[in-house]
């Protein structure tokens, strides 16, 4: 195939980068190899992070517009109550983390109606689930990607004007030589507060396997898992107890803190205040991250709320899954754990009651869209990351070094974000990291490689640090960095440049800020302060 953009990876940076490749009027290739595109909203099965003001600001208008898409689609074809319909900022699930806690299966729906014109119209073809192989480059330039299909084992090889790496982990960097870092940096090399004396490439976040349950009459546990025992009795030396338990450190104190599992606790779901900046939400698990609040809909049509399960305790730490010689076995192995997860939530778990197990709790594979039941994919926080020309580092934007003075300003702004720098236990033994964050901007510079001139990161793998990525990983974030890689690469081949001399050419930089103005990307925060 011959294409001028190829975005392999259909997650949401990837997705963003071809509608912004496509509206400008490119032909595009968009590769995925999972069942769903959407990545962490779909396949990885996680509602979305988002900061405090995205209902009025900080989200780019395409965001925006899968948003509102995902209410309609329920007020279209749910049989919502006549409150919930009313409810102008409706949250289907009612989940604390997230005013948009919705079934990861809706947002596949408004993704593909998103994309569904250019399709039709012959200007997109998608090709799923296939995944990367091989690359063929040529000094700088990537001048070729193969793909090879999941099941059928079917090679597909494209070639392209512009390469876009919307990969959850950055899979085309090794494949074309582009220069990459993972993991920890070193303090000598980024003068991070948080960041250790040498740098710790292997030491990576956690990776989870999520799952969805309702809780409903009758006995559904599911056959003992073979390392049941193993998990059950694994005590991270920094935990202060048992993973399984809902006895597990805060994020942001690193006290144990007691959480509670009430299924179905009859809440009244319109009530819920699902703000980050005042509450984290997580005292009932249940509530959390749930997705459906049965409450919401008229009577009957769910026999019971249903929960995500993305919990402290299903976090796989044990080992990285990148740059390592097997990472299909770790990936296994964290599926295990979270089937580990279930099976005591099932058998062994402290009820409010006073008893033991949770023999109702059904885990819904359908809901997930995988055969055995868990997210088909698996959630991954922290992907390679570029050699960027510019590197976005923890004082850039962390509110104990900038204070009231807020995040770093970036003349070269092409988007912006907001979430706390919330780092998850890594595969090195480190506990939470959890920082307090200012609004930020995202640099042009961090898309940009050092030495690469056609590939562009549209994902995870832009150039943050270990510890900034913790604050740049989520949802609206990696979306508009792929939207805003998308826009670059048909900026670029309109005007016959590169993405490094936009960056650093004032009058094309301007032509190409003013571009995405026009697109409804927001470039800069209104007076706001960080949390």
Same mark, same amino acid.
């Given at each position: 195939?011959?294409?001028?953009?190829?975005?392999?990876?259909?997650?949401?940076?990837?997705?963003?980068?071809?509608?912004?490749? !496509?509206?400008?009027?490119?032909?595009?290739?968009?590769?995925?190899? *999972?069942?769903?595109?959407?990545?962490?909203?779909?396949?990885?099965?996680?509602?979305?992070?988002?900061?405090?003001?995205?209902?009025?600001? #900080?989200?780019?208008?395409?965001?925006?517009?899968?948003?509102?898409?995902?209410?309609?689609?329920?007020?279209?074809?749910?049989?919502?109550? &006549?409150?919930?319909?009313?409810?102008?900022?409706?949250?289907?699930?009612? #989940?604390?983390?997230?005013?948009?806690?919705?079934?990861? $299966?809706?947002?596949?729906?408004?993704?593909? #109606?998103?994309?569904?014109?250019?399709?039709?119209?012959?200007?997109?073809?998608?090709?799923?689930?296939? /995944?990367?192989?091989?690359?063929?480059?040529?000094?700088?330039?990537?001048?070729? =990607?193969?793909?090879?299909?999941?099941?059928?084992?079917?090679?597909?090889?494209? +070639?392209?004007?512009?390469?876009?790496?919307?990969?959850?982990?950055?899979?085309?960097?090794?494949?074309?030589?582009?220069?990459?870092?993972?993991?920890?940096?070193?303090?000598?090399?980024?003068?991070?507060?948080?960041?250790?004396?040498?740098?710790?490439?292997?030491?990576?976040?956690?990776?989870?396997?999520? @799952?969805?349950?309702?809780? =409903?009459?009758?006995?559904? +546990?599911?056959?003992?898992?073979?390392?049941?025992? @193993?998990? /059950?009795?694994?005590?991270?030396? @920094?935990?202060?107890?048992?993973?399984?338990?809902? $006895?597990?450190?805060?994020?942001?104190?690193?006290?144990?803190?007691?959480?509670? @599992?009430?299924? %179905?606790?009859?809440?009244?779901?319109?009530?819920?205040?699902?703000?980050?900046?005042?509450?984290?939400?997580?005292?009932?698990?249940?509530?959390?991250?749930?997705?459906?609040? /049965?409450?919401?809909?008229?009577?009957?049509?769910?026999?019971?709320?249903?929960?995500?399960? %993305?919990?402290?305790?299903?976090?796989?730490?044990?080992?990285?899954?990148?740059?390592? &010689?097997?990472?299909?076995?770790?990936?296994?192995?964290?599926?295990?754990?979270?089937?580990?997860?279930? *099976?005591?939530?099932?058998?062994?778990?402290?009820?409010?009651?006073?008893?033991?197990?949770?023999?109702?709790? /059904?885990?819904?594979?359908?809901?997930?869209?995988?055969?055995?039941?868990?997210?088909?994919?698996?959630?991954?926080?922290?992907?390679?990351?570029?050699?960027?020309?510019?590197?976005?580092?923890?004082?850039?934007?962390?509110?104990?070094?900038?204070?009231?003075?807020?995040?770093?300003?970036?003349?070269?702004?092409?988007?912006?974000?907001? *979430?706390?720098?919330?780092?998850?236990?890594?595969?090195?033994?480190?506990?939470?990291?959890?920082?307090?964050?200012?609004?930020?901007?995202?640099?042009?510079?961090?898309?940009?490689?050092?030495?690469?001139?056609?590939?562009?990161?549209?994902?995870?793998?832009?150039?943050?640090?270990?510890?900034?990525?913790?604050? *740049?990983?989520?949802?609206?974030?990696?979306?508009?960095?792929?939207?805003?890689?998308?826009?670059?690469?048909?900026?670029?081949?309109?005007?016959?440049?590169?993405? $490094?001399?936009?960056? %650093?050419?004032?009058? !094309?930089?301007?032509?190409?800020?003013?571009?995405?103005? $026009?697109?409804?990307?927001?470039?800069?925060?209104?007076?706001?302060?960080?949390?």
């Amino acid at each position: 195939m011959r294409t001028d953009v190829l975005v392999v990876g259909g997650g949401l940076g990837g997705v963003a980068a071809a509608l912004a490749a !496509l509206r400008a009027g490119r032909r595009v290739v968009l590769t995925e190899e *999972y069942d769903w595109i959407g990545g962490q909203l779909t396949s990885q099965a996680v509602p979305p992070d988002e900061h405090t003001w995205v209902e009025r600001f #900080g989200v780019t208008a395409s965001y925006r517009a899968l948003r509102d898409g995902i209410r309609d689609y329920y007020r279209r074809h749910y049989p919502l109550t &006549a409150a919930a319909r009313a409810w102008a900022d409706l949250n289907p699930g009612a #989940g604390h983390v997230s005013r948009l806690c919705h079934e990861p $299966r809706v947002a596949v729906a408004v993704l593909e #109606g998103m994309l569904m014109p250019y399709r039709s119209g012959g200007r997109l073809v998608v090709l799923q689930p296939f /995944r990367p192989e091989a690359a063929a480059t040529d000094g700088d330039r990537v001048t070729g =990607v193969t793909l090879r299909h999941r099941d059928t084992g079917e090679t597909v090889d494209v +070639t392209a004007d512009y390469v876009l790496d919307a990969t959850e982990t950055g899979e085309l960097l090794p494949l074309t030589g582009t220069e990459y870092v993972t993991g920890f940096e070193s303090q000598a090399d980024t003068g991070e507060p948080s960041a250790p004396a040498t740098a710790q490439p292997g030491n990576m976040q956690a990776i989870s396997v999520c @799952f969805a349950v309702d809780h =409903v009459d009758g006995d559904h +546990t599911i056959d003992r898992p073979a390392r049941y025992d @193993f998990w /059950r009795d694994y005590t991270p030396p @920094f935990w202060g107890g048992p993973l399984l338990s809902f $006895r597990a450190p805060s994020p942001r104190t690193l006290q144990p803190t007691e959480r509670v @599992f009430d299924p %179905n606790p009859g809440d009244d779901p319109l009530a819920v205040d699902a703000d980050q900046r005042r509450n984290p939400g997580d005292h009932n698990l249940w509530t959390f991250r749930r997705i459906a609040a /049965r409450d919401l809909f008229l009577p009957g049509a769910y026999d019971s709320d249903i929960c995500l399960v %993305n919990w402290p305790m299903l976090d796989y730490f044990e080992h990285p899954v990148i740059d390592v &010689a097997d990472p299909a076995a770790h990936l296994a192995a964290a599926r295990e754990q979270a089937f580990s997860v279930l *099976y005591w939530l099932q058998t062994e778990a402290p009820r409010p009651d006073g008893g033991t197990g949770f023999r109702g709790l /059904r885990l819904r594979g359908d809901v997930t869209g995988s055969a055995d039941g868990l997210a088909q994919a698996p959630y991954i926080r922290e992907s390679r990351r570029i050699l960027a020309e510019y590197t976005v580092v923890e004082q850039d934007l962390a509110l104990a070094v900038r204070g009231d003075k807020g995040a770093v300003p970036y003349e070269d702004s092409v988007g912006v974000g907001m *979430y706390r720098i919330d780092l998850h236990p890594s595969t090195g033994g480190d506990h939470y990291i959890d920082v307090g964050c200012s609004p930020f901007q995202i640099p042009l510079g961090a898309l940009v490689p050092r030495r690469m001139d056609n590939l562009l990161p549209a994902g995870k793998n832009i150039g943050t640090t270990h510890i900034t990525n913790g604050a *740049y990983r989520l949802h609206p974030v990696e979306w508009n960095a792929g939207e805003a890689a998308g826009a670059l690469a048909a900026f670029c081949l309109d005007n016959a440049c590169t993405p $490094r001399a936009v960056r %650093n050419t004032p009058d !094309l930089l301007s032509a190409f800020q003013a571009r995405l103005d $026009r697109d409804g990307v927001e470039r800069q925060w209104p007076d706001v302060a960080g949390y």
